[in-house]
């Protein structure tokens, strides 16, 4: 099994089900259009999905190929200087078990403190 934001990014986008709709035939037009497949487009797409909104997801290569696929796997609170970003990290920890709750699959993650 893949690790890290790799694997999060597939399943993600897996959950998304955005190919085909409701019948089982490929759709034809869509509602909005996420350009990159790493975490952040997958997460979008995932977001939007939910709430009914139909997403296509578009990458040139596979589903985190790029820097998502690199990434060390960690969410670095430590290297955060006070401010926007430190907050954002703060937030995204916090969505991490819940996420993994709504996917019901083991995404591994693990809060090993630092």
């Known amino acids: 099994m893949k690790k890290g934001y790799y694997f999060l990014a597939q399943v993600l986008l897996i959950y998304t ?6 019948r089982g035939t490929w759709m034809l037009s869509t509602d909005v259009v996420v350009i990159g497949g790493g975490v952040i487009g997958c997460s979008i797409a995932y977001q939007l999905s939910k709430k009914g909104v ?13 820097t998502s696929g690199a990434c060390d796997k960690a969410v670095l609170l430590q290297s955060k200087n006070p401010g926007l970003h430190l907050k954002m990290a703060l937030e995204v920890v ?16 693990k809060n090993d403190g630092g």
């Open 17 to 22: 089900g955005n190919c085909k709709n409701e």
């Open 94 to 109: 916090k969505l991490f078990p819940v996420l993994q709750k709504e996917l019901d699959i083991d995404i591994e993650y």
């Open 54 to 66: 139909q997403v296509t997801l578009v990458e040139k290569n596979d589903i985190a190929s790029g």
